[in-house]
């Protein structure tokens, strides 16, 4: 009978301690909006997909600006500045979209900004 009840207690034991392991929590995979929905603007073989609405831009050799509501794009020598933060280069012929309100997918992939 003293047995059964150390074989429980070990039980319970082992699995309060396998309930305060700390799992892991995945993020959500953001999954990039279809380009077509947007406006394409290219700038030295690079192709920007911005947002439909309103919004303004400028280029110049090795510079390029883009500004909507929520969205403030700056490309200076091919490296990328969205609303401030850093988020790496491009080179030719990459695909760079806008679409995902303040996410930044450059050919289809998640790219987050550099700290």
Request: charged share 30%; hydrophobic share 35%; aromatic share 8%.
């Amino acid at each position: 009978m003293k047995t059964i009840k150390l074989l429980i207690l070990a039980c319970l034991s082992a699995s309060l301690l396998m309930g305060c392991k700390e799992q892991k929590v995945e993020e959500p995979k953001i999954v990039p909006i279809d380009i077509k929905t947007g406006r394409l603007i290219q700038h030295e073989g690079v192709k920007y997909y911005v947002p439909l609405e309103p919004g303004s831009h400028s280029d110049a050799p090795e510079e390029f600006r883009y500004e909507c509501e929520g969205l403030r794009l700056i490309v200076i020598d091919k490296k990328i500045y969205v609303n401030g933060k850093k988020y790496g280069s491009v080179k030719e012929g990459d695909v760079v979209s806008f679409l995902n309100k303040g996410y930044v997918f450059i050919n289809g992939e998640l790219r987050k900004p550099i700290e």
